[in-house]
């Protein structure tokens, strides 16, 4: 068996305004950081041999961390769309919305539908490419949405939807 891999579909383009300052601060510290390894490095490999050496090991696979980091962002960042503006219509779920939803037990849980390069959930941010939120995607209040989890179906009822932080 091979170790071919296909290309993993691509993610949507979309960011809020706050995410795509993140991904930008974050550029611009990662570049700092490798300028940081870069000296630890070339200190590394001054100590004599490069085989036995564990800090210059480290230091190579941290530096090829690094730059896979700044290869993606610097391929992705000119590629986002930011999304600053609330939709037309406010009653519906769409990109940017804090979404309050209650299940069958009455437990309510808040999400917002945020980019692929942004989602948090421990923040209660997932994607817009995720299937919770391709299931809340123009929905209304008092709308159902069931969505298939690994544990079952799980059925919610959207009792909230704003564009501002709750």
Known sequence: MGRYRPPTPKSSPYI??????????????????????????????????????????YRKKELREIDRRIRYLQKRVPDLK???????????????????LEDEDGVEVVYRI?????????????????????????KTLDDEIRVDTPNGTICYTVIGVQYSAP
């Open 16 to 57: 809020t305004l706050e995410g795509y300052r993140i991904l930008q601060d974050e550029l611009k510290l990662i570049w700092k950081r490798r300028d940081q390894v870069t000296r630890a490095l070339t200190a590394a490999a001054a100590e004599g041999d490069r085989s036995e050496n564990a800090e210059y090991i």
């Open 82 to 100: 930011v999304v600053s503006e609330p939709p037309s219509d406010l009653s519906r779920v769409f990109f940017g919305a804090w979404i309050t």
């Open 114 to 138: 945020v980019g692929a390069d942004e989602f948090d959930p421990v923040r209660g941010w997932i994607s817009m490419d995720s299937p919770m939120a391709r299931a809340l995607m123009k």
